[in-house]
């Protein structure tokens, strides 16, 4: 769930990993609500100014353990197709470019669909 945080708030376009916590790959004990202390202290207070990302991140915080498995059983679906040997550690690690670039579609997805609905996502 974190890392899936980490990688929405970082630029995949720009290719800058902007994790909201980097202890998550250094085996520290970190919880969901860590990541969102995390967003308000990178972000501020929730406001229209955030940017996108930080909004995204925060609704993905917000899931439930069943969308979170789908998107890693997805992760893991695409490491394997690349020829990754050990997806399901693969897709834990920082900045991996399959896992980054799902989760950077989801995020132009909920973009998309937050503005065209009128919404401020």
Same mark, same amino acid.
């Given at each position: 769930?974190?890392?899936?945080?980490?990688?929405?708030?970082?630029?995949?376009?720009?290719?800058?990993?902007?994790?909201?916590?980097?202890?998550?790959?250094?085996?520290?004990?970190?919880? *969901? /609500?860590?990541?969102?202390?995390?967003?308000?202290?990178?972000?501020?207070?929730?406001?229209?100014?955030?940017?996108? $990302?930080?909004?995204?991140?925060?609704?993905?915080?917000?899931?439930?353990?069943?969308?979170?498995?789908?998107?890693?059983?997805?992760?893991?679906? $695409?490491?394997? /197709?690349?020829?990754?040997?050990?997806?399901?550690?693969?897709? $834990?690690? *920082?900045?991996?470019?399959?896992?980054?670039?799902?989760?950077? /579609?989801?995020?132009?997805?909920?973009?998309?669909?937050?503005?065209?609905?009128?919404?401020?996502?």
């Amino acid at each position: 769930m974190i890392h899936g945080a980490n990688c929405l708030v970082s630029d995949y376009n720009a290719g800058i990993w902007d994790p909201l916590i980097e202890d998550l790959y250094t085996g520290a004990d970190v919880h *969901p /609500e860590m990541a969102v202390r995390a967003i308000f202290n990178k972000f501020g207070d929730d406001s229209e100014e955030w940017p996108s $990302r930080a909004k995204v991140a925060l609704a993905w915080l917000a899931q439930s353990r069943e969308v979170v498995f789908i998107y890693k059983t997805e992760c893991t679906k $695409r490491l394997k /197709e690349k020829g990754d040997e050990n997806p399901d550690i693969s897709a $834990r690690q *920082p900045h991996n470019d399959s896992v980054w670039k799902l989760f950077h /579609e989801l995020k132009e997805t909920l973009i998309q669909r937050g503005l065209s609905s009128g919404g401020t996502v």
